[in-house]
Nanobody
Framework: VQLQASGGGLVQSGGSLRLSCVISGFTLDAGYIAWFRQAPGKEREPVSCISNTRSTTYYADSVKGRFTISRDIAKNTVHLQMNSLRPEDTAVYYC??????????????????WGPGTLVTVSS
């Protein structure tokens, strides 16, 4: 299983970016796909998750109303549309996957597959 995140970059506060996670060796219908982020000196934190069950979505309170997770079944890709970005959104963003049927979506240890991450920098 391989996950490859892309779409990171430098953006001004209030701007938008769309991250993509292309997955091989694992179909989106097999489980949960999530985005986590880790800022310098901080622990990895959950951002959003999409499940294989009716595409149920989950969001951290800090990104609700600004970020949207979606999936493209045909391309086996999960996207994270990030709007109204803030300097505190600056972090390396990772996509992760699990084939488990029931998880605590916000816990990194629930996911067995991880991509290398993409850096998002939001300037003030």
């Amino acid at each position: 299983v391989q996950l490859q995140a892309s779409g990171g970059g430098l953006v001004q506060s209030g701007g938008s970016l769309r991250l993509s996670c292309v997955i091989s060796g694992f179909t989106l219908d097999a489980g949960y796909i999530a985005w986590f982020r880790q800022a310098p000196g901080k622990e990895r934190e959950p951002v959003s998750c999409i499940s294989n069950t009716r595409s149920t979505t989950y969001y951290a309170d800090s990104v609700k109303g600004r970020f949207t997770i979606s999936r493209d079944i045909a391309k086996n890709t999960v996207h994270l549309q990030m709007n109204s970005l803030r300097p505190e959104d600056t972090a390396v963003y990772y996509c992760a996957a699990t084939g488990s049927s029931r998880i605590l979506w916000g816990m990194p240890q629930e996911y067995e597959y991880w991509g290398p991450g993409t850096l998002v920098t939001v300037s003030s």
